[in-house]
């Protein structure tokens, strides 16, 4: 929260107006956009769990949830409480302060990254210049309460879990890292708003067709995708937990709240993931390309919208966002599990050449037109 | 290292789990010890109350010794208590999953050694529900070996075909997992009304959703990278380590009694062995998914032989089985299952002895194990298809 | 062997299939709102007829883990007749079964000699601990008004030598009343014999009465399926509805009885009835083999029908020993050969019922609408008010106790019985 508390004053601050920053005073926008930001974090995973069990249900010939609320749909908050009641049990051989901060460690981060994202015209939080740089940078730090959660377990099924999962990390940060700065490069422009922007203005060599960043940087959004999977140990790459072989890898001592902390992170996770793809490749909330929301068509179509066009394009972002949930729920239902040692031979061998290939590509091209 | 070797110092060790010791290993400058890991007897990968010590440098396993007895109930002796009508009620209990054939097992051996000869019709219902059972069998394996390697939605698809199976059997036998359907002389009723025409139908319906096994787990590049190469078991090794069911047809060997010494009127009809080539995990379920194709085509043709006639014939009111001893194998559906009877000319057996699939295939896994990894590890496991009940018995 | 190739197409069809089921309809059954229909062969629980049981022991003697517990003690029964022995027998106190330790093997019902065992598909007991499942004698026999019926064999099927048996003198019997009604019409045409006949034509036409036995309350059955119950549910509260209906018709019956004189005839001593215990009436037997109905639940409801019939016999003789008239009120218009007696006024209700009934062969049906169908309306009218009736009070509280429906109808059924029976006694204790 310093960031947002700074922002004000530091040299990194706003570029576009939030239209969460209402009058004059301090405190009535950060009180909104904490509200916002709390808002996403905690509504976000529940919607992406429930399409999670609805999906997976019916993928696999059930119904998913059905009983708790219409549809279901009050499950996951149902699971919540009954999380919330079970009893918070810490292993007699656990680093017992390293064990219990570690939940902590791995939400916080998963929280901050959402300070930056755009969901809809000039609904974010906070537009930082270097907003790409730090939602990979936040959202990277929640491996550390992954290991710390493995380390302080005292399981060896734990311990192998968050070692695993640090080796992901390691291994898939620089093909995320490397796919993202090829569209930072085609954008010029780190910041998230900027990178819409960007693609709404992006036309194809030379015509006038309109185009978002997952046409030319296809190859680039493939990567992403995957290594974005591999980040959040998502299946296929879910190694971490493996719960055939790890029992359930580095959750496997947690309970009660904390075990729902760790979720929640999941699946806040699979949000900004999602998110932050929706804003590079998939043209943030611009319906079509080229085509500007209704009630925009002003300033580019991006900005300035009225309340319909507002509302209009958050609808489009979040659509675009569940739309990338249910593709990664998508592969859990339908594949296995990798190894981890093909994991690491597919990052090194196969991810970072082609996310190297692929920025060099861009670059040519950037130079070249 | 021969079979032979490996058996010697498989055997030579002390109990199995005891001598868990830590090893230094390195050469003095890095100390590294050798972590032994536990898996079970209460772990996912074990589906049931079995247990692997694991030497594990790393990931990398070094060696891994099962654990077995934690569900041992001591049916040889409980059988030995029990009348011959009693003890069926036994049998279709060690493989809870093969119910029906361990009962066809036992009602073969008490008939063999009474001399009875059953009727056409019972012998030809018995291989019916033997093939449904198979089927039942295969599809739980096919879900449990899936969701080992983390593809949960196979199982689900199974569990769909299995509850549909399960109600046509429980339609006749009254029962889903424990049947309890044979007797000694035949069968306890004779099928209802309807039976083989929804059995018609249920054997095409399984048919018709074959091919999403074959898509969604045999065919899938995931798939193939988690099991091909993994866990090879040559032919001389599972020849003797007295592998049986797909583990051994996976190296190539068309081994099955309903072919090689057909009991029932397995003689009349066609059975195709499917075989693998390497032996690795891929293999043996390539063999099971097969199998499933196999029992199928089976069933189809019983569909059209079964004659009319009765289903049992007349007992004496006390069933008593002649002194002297037989021994009877039929292919259950995961190996070779041997039942033998020895009879003192009372009314209960004298030593009823089992030779069960699931014991002799868990044999190759300290084998098998040697030198893999934690994942492989469970790969493995699963593809060495073994009911717990049926080892410990 | 790193799977490093770009994702193949082994992939892609993983995703189709996936894809594919996500607009099929799930195959889940939402349990507790809708119920699979179980087959009738389903062990599910063990139900006890104790009207059937002789206390033999067999069945706790063979039960593989001995969890079947019973207790009995000796019973003298005067003698049958004048000057005969008397005997003793086995009274059944308690049997139970453990079912924390049964394991379903079927033993019992299997050896049970008196079909006193019998198998529901019930499976809705379970409890939060294991003593819990030792169910009593009360519980056992309330599932057995849940047994369904046996289905029928395969075609391929030998039937048992019993039932072959009995089909075959059932189709010779068929044959012998065939020639007879023709003796009879014949007879008919000749106008002076219809008084003298009665009698004889009672006897004729006693295998009509047993039809009830396999009898279902059609209206409790429409009514039912109307509510969008199984059909097996349906109809085995249809039965349970069956009986109910009877037992209040018997009791508005011997009411009538001792009121009225409007009796036209004097009820026909029944002496033909043995009193055998463990007697089956042989002829429903035969009637219900010939309907198709299994050999089993044709032997058991045969003997129910005998119990019934004895019970009915020893009334009527009671109420000649009294002196009194006895009769139903039924009207001129019933054919003379069953309008003699409350015996023959059940023969049309019953006769009625099996024009309804579905199961029942269908030339019984059609015969019994055209001849009798008019008497057996009126007196069918009079049981109506107790068809289906449920306590409502118990009812609510069991379901509220969180009961099964089905469990819950069932008890309370039984609970207006009982009601209904108390009431009965205090009204005649008032008279
Ligand atoms: S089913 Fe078997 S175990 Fe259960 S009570 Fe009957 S005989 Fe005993
Ligand atoms: S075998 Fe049948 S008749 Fe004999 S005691 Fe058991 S239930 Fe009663």
Redesign the pocket.
Known sequence: MMLLVTSGVAPYLAQAESILDVGDTFIVPLLLKLAFVLGIFFVGPLVAGYLEHKAMGRMQHRRGPVEAGPFGTLQLVADGIKFIQKEDLIPSAADKWVFAMAPGVALVPAMLALLVIPFGPGVFALDLELGLFYVLAASSVSVLGVLMGGWSSANKFSLFGGLRAGGQLIAYELPLILAAIAVAVQAGTLSLVGIVEAQAEFMLFGTGINLWYVIPQLLGFGIFFVAALAELSRPPFDMPIGDSELVFGYMTEYSGIKYAMYMLTEYAGMVTMSALMVVLYLGGWQLLPGVPLPGCEAAGGLFDCGVTGTLLGVGVMLGKILLLVFVMVWLRVAYPRLREDQLQRIAWLVMVPLALLNLALVTIAKVVY | MSDLDLRQEFLAGTAPGEDIAVQLSGDGQFRTADMSLSIGPAHPATHGVFRIVLDLDGERGREARPVIGYMHRGFEKLAEHRDFRQIF?LVNRHDWLSGFSNELGTALAVEKLMEFEVPDRAQWIRMLLAEWNRVLNHLMFIGSYALELGAITPMFYAFREREDIQHLLESATGGRLHFTYNQVGGLKIDLPKGFLAESTQVSSLVRSRLPDYFDLVLGNEIFHGRTKGVGPLPMEVALSLGVSGPTLQAPGLPEDPRVTEPYLKYGEIDVEVPVGENGDAFDRFYCLLHRIRVSLDIIDQIHDHIPPGPVNSKLPKMVKAPEGATYVRIENPLGQLGYWLESDGGRTPWRLKMRTPSFSNVQAIPYLMRGQLIPDAGSILGSVFFVVGDIDR | MAPSAPPGIGLLKGLGVTIKHLFQRPSTLMYPHERDVLAPRTRGV?ALMDENCTVCML?SR????W??YIESHKETVPPAKEGGRARTRNVLDRFA?DFSL????????EVCPFDALWWSPEFEYSEYEMGSLLHEMDKLREWADTVPPPPPLDEGAVLPAEVSDALAKVEKERELAAAKELEAKQAAEAPAETAGDAPKKGKAAEPEIHVKAGEIDQEAFDRLIAEGKSERMARSKAKAAYVKKEKARLLAEAEAAGGDAEAESPAPKAAEVKVDAGEIDQETFDRLIAEGKPERMARAKAKAAYVKKEKARLRAEAESDTGEGTGADEPAEVPSELGASPEAARQALDADGAATDDDAAPEVAAEAATTEAPAARKLGDIHVEGAGEIDQEVFDQLVAEGKSERIARAKAKAAWVKKQKQAKLDEEGGA
């Open positions: 009620a | 063990i069945c063979e039960c593989p883990d969890c079947i079964i049964c394991m379903y093997c079927g033993i019992c019902v």
